[in-house]
């Protein structure tokens, strides 16, 4: 069971220990704007969509931020885990004994969540360190660009409100009734690592900007193959991808392109400057 499904199921306070783990996820933000929760046709993973065409990408990173190997630290790394290989390889893991140590854990984790998922972490003692620690995180870059939009937002509760979650939920994997020291500080990490990850990915000013898969597909094919940015008229750019009036009107306001020209009878008449995402705010 990765992190991801563990600290989520701990915030909602109940482990269900009859689903599979990979049913149940934690996003730290916002479903696409065309998702509709209860529209006939749109399931839960219809939220995936948000990420778009790194989607793999992002599911891998998280799911290695909250289920690191340990067998990746320490010394002759390669060796342990190309032994772990060759021992799947050779039948090891089917063994009676083995299979009957691995229920014995199974079972033991299957009780220790069941029964830490229903205790409610108290974080009075550490209300201020908290706040500190999450003042902390929002003094970043990182977290300004894609959680504040540039500087257009001033403020976002709702990442406060998910930090203090992750606190809770990181104190009932421990075992605690009060949130500890320690456990904040994992949470801290935590996110900060989280947040590092959306720095170094390729896509992550897509989804600050609000932006669906269609839209950031639209936008990297006409960055890609304009001409000095510069595309010289509304056919140029239907000539590399075609796209309708709405997603010019998208494209526009999330301030992907910059057209300089009128309109004559609904179509753009001009040419049409294409902005570098790198160089946005």
């Known amino acids: 069971m990765c992190w991801l499904t563990v600290v989520s199921r701990c915030r909602k306070g109940q482990v269900d220990t009859k689903r599979t783990a990979r049913t149940n996820f934690l ?3 916002n479903p696409p704007r065309d998702w509709k929760a209860g529209v006939e046709g749109t399931g839960q993973l219809g939220m995936l ?3 778009g065409e790194y989607t793999y990408q992002l599911m891998s990173r998280l799911t290695l931020i909250f ?6 630290e320490g010394e002759n790394t390669d060796h342990l885990i190309e032994d772990k290989i060759m021992d799947s390889m050779n039948g090891v ?3 009676k004994d083995f299979n009957k140590n691995l229920e014995m854990w199974r079972n033991f984790f299957r009780e220790y969540l069941r029964y830490v998922s229903a205790m409610d972490p108290n974080y009075e003692s550490l209300r201020g360190e908290i706040r500190k620690s999450m003042d902390k995180i929002k003094k970043s870059d990182v977290f300004k660009a894609a959680f504040l939009g540039g500087g257009r937002a001033t403020r976002d509760f709702r990442k406060f409100q998910e930090f203090v979650n992750l606190c ?3 104190a009932r994997l421990n075992g605690e009734r009060e949130v500890s020291v320690t456990s904040l500080w994992h949470a801290e990490k935590l996110f900060e690592t989280s947040m590092d ?3 170094h990915d390729a896509g992550w000013k897509h ?3 609000g932006a669906t898969e269609r839209i950031a597909m ?13 595309y010289e008229s509304l056919k140029d750019m239907l000539d590399v991808i075609p796209f309708n009036e709405k997603e010019w009107d998208t494209l526009v306001n999330l301030n992907y392109i910059n057209p300089n020209g009128n309109k004559y009878k609904g179509k753009w008449s001009g040419w049409v400057e294409i902005i570098d995402l790198d160089a946005q705010p």
Request: aromatic residues 14%; glycine residues 10%.
């Open 27 to 29: 996003f730290l933000g």
């Open 49 to 51: 969509a948000a990420f």
């Open 67 to 72: 289920a690191k190997m340990s067998l990746t």
């Open 93 to 95: 893991y089917k063994k």
């Open 168 to 170: 809770k939920g990181i």
């Open 197 to 199: 990850t959306l720095k």
């Open 207 to 209: 989804f600050a900007k």
């Open 218 to 230: 639209l936008a990297d094919r006409l960055y890609d193959n304009a001409v000095g940015g510069v």
